[in-house]
C-alpha cells in the first residue's frame, strides 16, 4: 500500500529513513514525494559536508585535545582599514548550516552565522590591527601579532589551535597550519566569519567617517572607484601608505 504524503514526511522528519524508503520514494512520481526526497537528500549532503568540517578538531580530541581553537584574519588585502583576526573555539560537533569560507557565502548568511557563532562559541575574540601599525611592521607581521593576540586572548585557553595557512611557531600549545583551511576546519571556517563580518561593518562606518571613498561598497579593496578617489582626494588616517599604489601616489 502507498504511503501518504503525510506518512512519507513524518517519515523523514521523525522516522528512520532507510535505504529500500529513498528507493521507493525516488519511484514515487508524485511531485509532493520527489520534492519531499530532494529537500531531504540536500539536507543529507550539508549535514555530510558539515562533518567532514570537523576532520581535524575530530583529530585534535582523539589526542586529548577537546578545546580548538579556529584562527583566520580578513583584510590583508585592502589598502584601507585594519586587518581583523578572529580566534574562536566552538563545542564539539556544533551543527551550523551554511558554514564554510566566509568568502564563499553572501553578506546576508555571514551576517546570521555571525551571530549564530558568537551566541554558541566556547570563546571567541577579534583582534583589529590598524594601517598605523601595519605600516610599521608590514602586512605579515601585523597579521601575526594579530594571531598571537586573538589566541591568547580567548578563556577558557585552547588546548589546540588550527590557523588558516599560517605557522605560529611561538604558540606554547600544539598548532597546525592548514592550507585553504577556512573550507575544511569549521573552527577556522567560523574564525574567517567573525573577521569578515567584523571587518566589514568597521568598514561601513568608516565610510560615514572618511566619505567620498566608498568604504561601505569596496571595504578598502583597491577598486577602479577607490584608486580614483585616493588620486582625488588624497589618502586618509586609515589608508595604508606603504600599499602600492598608494605609496607611488603619494611620492608624484
Request: proline share 4%; glycine share 6%; hydrophobic share 45%.
Amino acid at each position: 500500500m502507498k504511503l501518504t504524503i503525510k506518512e512519507i514526511e513524518n517519515v523523514f522528519l521523525y522516522g528512520t529513513v532507510t535505504e529500500e524508503f529513498l528507493v521507493l520514494c525516488r519511484a514515487d512520481m508524485r511531485k509532493s514525494v520527489q520534492t519531499l526526497l530532494r529537500r531531504y537528500e540536500r539536507a543529507y549532503r550539508e549535514h555530510e559536508r558539515l562533518a567532514a568540517m570537523y576532520t581535524y578538531e575530530r583529530a585534535a580530541a582523539e589526542r586529548g585535545n577537546v578545546l580548538v581553537a579556529g584562527v583566520d584574519e580578513a583584510g590583508r588585502g585592502p589598502l584601507a582599514g585594519p586587518v581583523a583576526v578572529a580566534a574562536v573555539i566552538l563545542p564539539q560537533e556544533l551543527y551550523l548550516s551554511r558554514l564554510n569560507d566566509s568568502k564563499k557565502l553572501s553578506a546576508k548568511v555571514r551576517e546570521d552565522l555571525f551571530v549564530e557563532i558568537t551566541d554558541q562559541a566556547i570563546a571567541y575574540h577579534v583582534t583589529l590591527v590598524d594601517a598605523a601599525e601595519i605600516d610599521r611592521i608590514n602586512i605579515l607581521q601585523a597579521t601575526l601579532r594579530g594571531m598571537y593576540e586573538a589566541v591568547a586572548a580567548l578563556t577558557p585557553v585552547p588546548e589546540e589551535v588550527l590557523i588558516d595557512a599560517v605557522e605560529l611557531p611561538r604558540l606554547s600549545i600544539p598548532s597546525q597550519a592548514i592550507i585553504k583551511g577556512d573550507a575544511k576546519s569549521a573552527s577556522i571556517a567560523a574564525a574567517s566569519i567573525l573577521a569578515k563580518v567584523t571587518r566589514d561593518r568597521l568598514m561601513e562606518q568608516y565610510d560615514v567617517e572618511y566619505p567620498g571613498y566608498g568604504f561601505a561598497r569596496h571595504k578598502g579593496y583597491g577598486t577602479a572607484e577607490h584608486i580614483a578617489a585616493i588620486r582625488k582626494r588624497g589618502v586618509c588616517p586609515i589608508h595604508r601608505r606603504t600599499f602600492e599604489p598608494i605609496r607611488s601616489i603619494i611620492m608624484q
